[in-house]
């Protein structure tokens, strides 16, 4: 097919061991939009897993043993080269992975930003100093732990990338990243052509990619190699169950940061302009494949019909198509499978009995940012994940419904609530089982620094900041006796 293939990247390779490896296989990276071909890619199996964990253990005692300016200074090179190369990427990111310009530049920006902040963090407190009984210095220090896994999704390849892997490295760990077969450029290849570029130390960061095909062997290896100390892994629940598990088997560290079915909830004092925006953000960013995205919106009762009016208004004014053409915000799901999915939960609420108040339709790999209302628990949409643009918006009567209806999944990732009354809206936050809530904002909200994660089925640990420090570095406790501790007689 590569007479079929257009003007995409010049894939080099995978990125093992400070080297370029080409694979007799490679795999169709396709634009989403359109079906065409946009690159050839490496198809990896176990074999270059292995040699690129390999790599990366070889490298560690050099690394890890490098100043933490060392390290920090490798890092903001990365930060540089990459905002000289936010062009490239945006271009690749609509491309590949179907985004809107918009979101290509906020992305780009941000990942910039996880490079910076990171290096940041090599100048930070790797411990403490503790009282002793026994007149000893005594000290607990964070150590970078190994070799660490990181397997990144396609929905935001670059910041859940980055943020998998820039604060281990950071820590003196040394990495092998294994990006989406959907994103294989923007989500891994390219941040090799960085941080090479960057002059970051062979073996220390290395790329393998595969196809759909052989994403389960590679998974393997990278999870189950001795060598491999810490896995960090974004993507759905029932995978990152998975992970969790063979990890656990293995007493392995891992940082799982899985699925949502975050709530937007409107109280009756809202702000109108407010509460519609961050809905409409909020569900159809980035055709509303993000993890934390709004998939239910709940408005009280009292401006139900208000709030409706306004937020279909504003939902029907996104333009849809290929997003190479900027006007066009909403683009293509990144695949049939995605598509398959919104459209069965699409139909199984429409033949139970809900109402399209905007939307339903569905060509090719694009669909219209639906509103639903009139929808029940019994509906797969109220309790299942979607990762599409199509969003219910159900009334509430009191504060106690809403948080009954928000809390009523196997998620727990984010939430938004709009209200002028910030005492009762912390009050609320405090009582919805997630790990984060935004309070007049929607629920998608992320920065470098912050502690971003879930609780119940939408993972389990932190990224972020001194939290992804602490997941990936091992706690030791070092003591220096000046005080003579005694002994026994006897020995």
């Not at 670059?158 to 294989?184: Q, W």
């Not at 196809?211 to 999870?223: F, I, K, Q, T």
């Not at 809202?270 to 919106?297: L, P, W, Y």
């Not at 196997?410 to 709009?418: D, F, R, T, V």
Request: hydrophobic share 40%; proline share 5%; aromatic share 8%.
């Amino acid at each position: 097919m590569l007479d079929e293939v257009r003007k995409g990247p010049s894939i080099r390779g995978m990125y093992v061991g400070g080297e370029w490896l080409k694979t007799a296989a490679t795999f169709d990276d396709v634009d989403p939009s359109d079906g065409t071909v946009w690159a050839q890619v490496p198809d990896g199996r176990r074999s270059e897993a292995s040699a690129a964990i390999e790599a990366a253990h070889a490298a560690f005692g050099d690394w890890s043993s490098r100043t933490f300016s060392e390290r920090a200074h490798v890092l903001l090179k990365a930060a540089d080269i990459w905002q000289r190369r936010i062009p490239d990427f945006v271009t690749a990111m609509q491309a590949e992975g179907g985004g809107w310009f918009g979101k290509g530049m906020f992305e780009a920006n941000y990942v910039a930003e996880v490079f910076r902040a990171a290096a940041a963090a090599c100048y930070q407190n790797i411990g403490e100093i503790m009282p002793s009984e026994h007149h000893k210095f005594s000290t607990a220090v964070r150590v970078p732990m190994g070799v660490i896994s990181v397997i990144s999704p396609w929905n935001f390849p670059g910041i859940l990338s980055s943020r998998g892997f820039a604060f281990p490295l950071a820590a003196g760990n040394c990495i092998v990243l294994k990006p989406s077969e959907d994103t294989p450029y923007c989500g891994g290849i390219f941040f090799a052509e960085v941080l090479e570029e960057a002059g970051i130390p062979a073996g220390v960061f290395n790329v393998v990619t595969c196809s759909r095909d052989h994403v389960a062997e590679v998974g393997d290896e990278l999870v189950e190699n001795p060598l491999v100390e810490g896995i960090s892994f974004t993507g759905s629940t029932p995978v990152g169950r998975s992970i969790a598990a063979k990890a656990g088997a293995h007493l392995k560290k891992c940082c799982v940061e899985l699925g949502g079915k975050d709530s937007l909830i409107i109280r009756a004092d809202a702000d109108m302009e407010r509460a519609t925006q961050a809905a409409n953000f909020g569900s159809f960013m980035h055709q509303g494949q993000i993890c934390m995205s709004v998939e239910k919106v709940l408005v009280h009762e009292s401006i139900y019909p208000q709030f409706l009016k306004e937020f279909v208004e504003r939902a029907g004014k996104l333009a849809v198509g290929d997003t190479k053409q900027q006007d066009n915000v909403i683009g293509p799901l990144i695949n049939d499978r995605q598509v398959a999915r919104v459209k069965a939960q699409l139909d199984d609420a429409v033949a139970k009995g809900a109402k399209v108040a905007v939307g339903g339709g569905i060509k090719g790999r694009f669909v219209e940012p639906t509103i639903l209302t009139d929808v029940t628990p019994d509906m797969d949409v109220y309790r299942n994940e979607t990762f599409g643009p199509l969003v219910p918006v159900i009334p509430f009567r009191t504060d106690d419904d809403a948080i009954a209806i928000s809390n009523d999944t196997e998620y727990g990732l984010s939430a938004g609530i709009i209200s002028q009354d910030e005492q009762e809206a912390l009050a609320m936050a405090n009582r919805l089982e997630t790990g984060m809530c935004h309070i007049n904002c929607s629920s998608v909200n992320d920065e470098p620094h912050i502690p971003f994660g879930g609780s119940k089925s939408s993972g389990v640990g932190r990224h972020g900041g001194r939290w992804s420090m602490e997941t990936f570095t091992e706690t030791r406790w070092i003591t220096l006796d000046r005080g003579g501790r005694h002994y026994p007689p006897v020995f």
